[in-house]
């Protein structure tokens, strides 16, 4: 009689701890998909394969590209900083940060420190590049004026 009571109860303790750590998976697995683990704060790499999120071409060279994280976490990636202007013009108020690749070093930049220059072939022919506010060349212009320029000749609706 002993023996039955402690195997019952060992079964009870076994069922008990894995209805436990499945209730445990699905819940961790829950907020995990519902984005409530803590959202991505900082530019992400451009990785072999990564397309425009405005045109779909390939981003092939990091030194024209751009990013943006939306509200809801999303990150965005584009090829010609161009791109990343015209998708911004259609969504700016969903869009949380954006960073801009600085021409020379391809270091990530926020925009406020940023300026841009024109008159570069770029992949989608939009012509602009980004420096950092102390290294740029040319006739430079805060991020706000890009968005007028581009808005004015480029954008499409």
């Known amino acids: 009689m002993m023996k039955r009571k402690n195997k019952n109860s060992q079964r009870n ?3 008990f701890f894995l ?7 699905f819940l961790f697995s829950t907020l995990l998909v519902r984005g409530k683990c803590p959202q991505r704060t900082g530019p992400v790499d451009v990785l072999p394969g990564d397309v425009c999120s405005f045109c779909g071409m390939h981003i092939t060279e990091k030194k024209f590209s751009g990013q943006y ?3 809801d976490g ?5 090829d010609d900083i161009g791109c990343l202007v015209s998708s911004y013009i259609k969504e700016k108020e969903g869009v949380k940060k954006i960073w801009v690749a ?3 070093t391809g270091e990530w930049l926020d ?3 940023a300026l841009f ?3 570069f072939t770029t992949p989608m022919h939009y012509g602009f590049v980004a420096f950092k506010k102390q290294n740029c060349k040319g006739d430079c212009i805060p991020f706000e004026e890009l968005i ?3 808005a004015g000749t480029h954008h499409e609706e």
């Open 13 to 15: 303790s076994r069922r």
């Open 19 to 25: 209805t436990f750590f499945g209730f445990f998976l």
């Open 69 to 71: 994280i939306t509200s």
């Open 74 to 78: 999303k990150v965005k990636k584009f």
């Open 102 to 104: 600085d021409f020379e």
């Open 111 to 113: 925009t406020e420190n």
């Open 117 to 119: 220059s024109s008159g």
């Open 148 to 150: 007028k320029k581009i």
